[in-house]
């Protein structure tokens, strides 16, 4: 299964950024340590320290391919002393379920570094965004460059004896226009034996390396992963 972005307020990739609910007292003030007042500016909201999400799950993987736009989960936690969440709810929904469960889950065990009062940890309350990319593919990958490498004698006999058949090669490029993983040639409906297809998909591979591409958008004009399909002539 394909992992797909999600981001935490920015590409996943991670930074974040935090509003946060804590009020100083109405009557009297907050002493830092050495007894000396501290002030709304002595502040310090919680800081991310580690905030994984969980493996997706297929409903996860769907939600996304089926999302028309790039959506986001708006997340109120509570956030104790030790920086751990001790409580999170859905502020603001995704408008899917199961992306904003998703979020809630993941959310369970993320961990921070706790908010401050002068040097003092205290709890705090904190809303978070957790933005889910688009899977939905509005503008499919394109090669940008399409040279072959040069045949050895080897493929060029094993193209000749099969007719210099056209392939279809199933290709997986990533949100930077890269190859994330090897090709894969269809060897249904050809007539090459196992030998000459073995070669011939060695040769492919071996050419579409050096290929480039411009990766596939989705319908916000965002790079995503993709697969599409070529057909080669040998």
């Keep these: ?55 997706q799950t297929q409903a996860v993987h769907d939600a996304l391919f089926t999302l028309p736009h790039s959506v986001s989960t708006v997340l109120l936690l509570s956030i104790n002393e030790d920086g751990a969440v001790t409580h999170e709810e859905v502020a603001e929904s995704s408008s899917s379920i199961v992306l904003d469960q998703y979020a809630a889950s993941s959310a369970e065990s993320w961990s921070f570094r706790p908010a401050r009062r002068g040097d003092k940890a205290v709890p705090f309350t904190v809303r978070i965004p957790v933005r889910f990319t688009s899977s939905m593919t509005a503008v499919p990958p394109q090669p940008l460059s399409q040279v072959m490498s040069d045949m ?23 949100q930077n226009g890269k190859m994330d993983k090897a090709p894969e040639v269809i060897k249904e409906g050809t007539s090459l034996s196992d030998e ?26 965002e790079n995503i992963a993709a697969e599409t399909t070529l057909s080669l002539q040998m």
């Design 196 to 221: 000459n297809f073995k070669i011939l998909s060695r040769y492919i591979e071996r050419s579409l390396r050096q290929w480039t591409f411009s990766p596939a958008r989705n319908p916000d004009g």
């Design 152 to 174: 050895t004698e080897k493929e060029r006999t094993a193209a000749e004896e099969a007719g210099h058949p056209s392939l279809s090669v199933r290709i997986s490029i990533d």
């Design 1 to 55: 299964m394909k992992k797909i972005l999600i981001s935490l307020s920015l590409p996943l990739l991670l930074s974040l950024g935090i509003s946060a609910s804590a009020a100083l007292p109405k009557e009297g003030v907050y002493l830092d340590k050495d007894g000396s007042p501290v002030t709304e500016e002595q502040m310090v909201p919680p800081s991310l320290k580690s905030a994984k999400m969980l493996p």
